[in-house]
């Protein structure tokens, strides 16, 4: 096990403790979601990072780089979902939207591995994958204001609480497009794959 590897796995045990940080009311657990939300993220961009520099490019940690992405963004979507769109969540129809998208392309990612083709990150993946951060991450930032900041005693924190949560809707929105842009992208490329034997 390689460090990139090992930087890639640690986001599944990450989603467990922001999803149960998220669901804890003391003081600080918002703030702990959102930094280890932040701490996933780079791990993210310096698991690429160290199998390039290290020489370590490999076909499991390009499989399981795409997955632990799916793990993190859905389970904490998850969580949103479960708060509901009135408590700071998200809409359940979007969410399905995402969640069938992403299981559609591992799907087509796991066909293409038994015909001995890898399907790498496309531009259009990656910057569907930036989206889904910043969304959650403006949900996440949110919980911080409109819980931890105001028992600190900070001013404004409902108010800022409020618009970035609105953020968080807007690239919400916008990353359920993408999502199902770069899906589109990805069943022209490799869909053959799939429809002809």
């Known amino acids: ?5 090992v930087l890639t796995l640690s986001r599944i045990p ?30 993210d961009w310096a698991d690429g990072y160290a199998a390039r520099k290290l020489n370590q490019v490999s076909n499991f940690g390009i499989l399981m780089d795409a ?14 979902v479960d708060k509901g769109p009135d408590a700071g969540g998200i809409h359940m129809f979007l969410f399905l939207l995402i969640l069938c998208r992403e299981f559609m392309i591992t799907g087509l990612r796991l066909v293409a591995a038994t015909k001995g083709v890898v399907m790498a990150a496309e531009s259009a993946g990656k ?26 005693g900070a001013a404004y924190s409902a108010d800022i ?23 589109a992208k990805y069943f022209r490329k490799y869909g053959e794959l799939v429809f002809k034997d």
Not at 176 to 183: D, E, K, Q, W
């Open 67 to 80: 997955l632990t992405d799916k793990i993190l963004v859905l389970g904490i979507m998850v969580a949103l």
């Open 14 to 43: 990450m989603m467990f403790l922001i999803v149960w940080l998220m669901r804890e009311s003391f003081t600080g657990a918002a703030t702990a979601a959102f930094v280890l939300f932040v701490i996933a993220g780079i791990t």
């Open 161 to 183: 609480a409020y618009w970035v949560e609105w953020i968080g809707r807007g690239f919400f929105w916008i990353c359920t497009v993408m999502t199902l842009y770069s899906g």
């Open 1 to 5: 096990m390689n460090l990139p590897n």
């Open 127 to 152: 910057q569907k994958t930036v989206t889904q951060i910043i969304a959650l991450g403006g949900f996440l930032l949110a919980m911080v204001f409109h819980v931890d900041c105001v028992r600190w």
